[in-house]
Antibody, heavy 121, light 107 residues
Framework: QVQLQESGPGLVKSSQTLSLTCTVS??????????WNWIRQHPGKGLEWIGY???????NYNPSLKSRLTMPVDTSKNQFSLKLTSVTAADTAVYYC?????????????WGQGTLVTVSS | EIVLTQSPGTLSLSPGERAALSCRAS???????LAWYQQKPGQAPRLLIYGASSRATDIPDRFSGSGSGTDFTLTISRLEPEDFAVYFCQQYGGSLTFGGGTKVEIK
């Protein structure tokens, strides 16, 4: 069974960098056919796609976040990460890492449990 | 960017009733790259439907998806108590976007 687990600080100060890591088990990030996503959900709101990365390191980012975003991958550890710079209160959200599948027509088939990140002033 | 608009915002129904949820796109979605998810409080979303009409693994057949182009529908044929939740649609058209969600609540 594929499992994803987010880890990182739950509290980040305004203007600093939010850093999260997703550890994948039950599947290899290096397998073809999948893309690895970060998605967030503001409290009580809908879902916002942040970006995805392929095992090759190729990325696709949400244009509204692109200037503040990097998503490195470490295939040796079967992990991928999120780094979001210059955070504000608007970045307070539950952050999910998730696997996307080309074979299931660009849908998201496995999700982490999510981690709440609060940006404080 | 393709914008997805879901309606209604809230659907109040009783167990056993049929639910029809709408997802409308601001432009045509290529190759039916449209998926539906269910989310319960405190949980991550769960994939229900991909490719507009294909059920994901272990999803009961009371869930069905239909539509093409800009208009898509998720139908729950007979609501079970565990189906009361929030439902999101999602598209891929170079990037991913989600609809705002429809809450299915007990009447």
């Amino acid at each position: 069974q594929v499992q994803l687990q987010e880890s990182g600080p739950g509290l980040v100060k305004s203007s600093q960098t939010l850093s999260l890591t997703c550890t994948v088990s039950g599947a290899s990030i290096s397998s073809g056919g999948y893309f690895w996503n970060w998605i967030r959900q503001h409290p009580g709101k809908g879902l916002e796609w942040i970006g995805y990365i392929f095992y090759t390191g190729s990325t696709n980012y949400n244009p509204s976040l692109k200037s503040r975003l990097t998503m490195p991958v470490d295939t040796s550890k079967n992990q991928f990460s999120l780094k979001l710079t210059s955070v504000t209160a608007a970045d307070t959200a539950v952050y999910y890492c998730a696997r996307g599948s080309w074979t299931q027509l660009w849908s998201i088939d496995f999700w982490g449990q999510g981690t709440l990140v609060t940006v404080s002033s | 960017e393709i914008v997805l608009t879901q309606s209604p915002g809230t659907l109040s129904l009783s167990p056993g009733e049929r639910a029809a949820l709408s997802c409308r796109a601001s432009q045509s979605i290529t190759n039916s790259y449209l998926a539906w998810y269910q989310q319960k409080p405190g949980q991550a979303p769960r994939l229900l439907i991909y490719g507009a009409s294909s059920r994901a693994t272990d999803i009961p057949d009371r869930f069905s998806g239909s539509g093409s182009g800009t208009d898509f529908t998720l139908t729950i044929s007979r609501l079970e108590p565990e189906d009361f939740a929030v439902y999101f649609c999602q598209q891929y058209g170079g990037s991913l976007t989600f609809g705002g969600g429809t809450k299915v609540e007990i009447k």
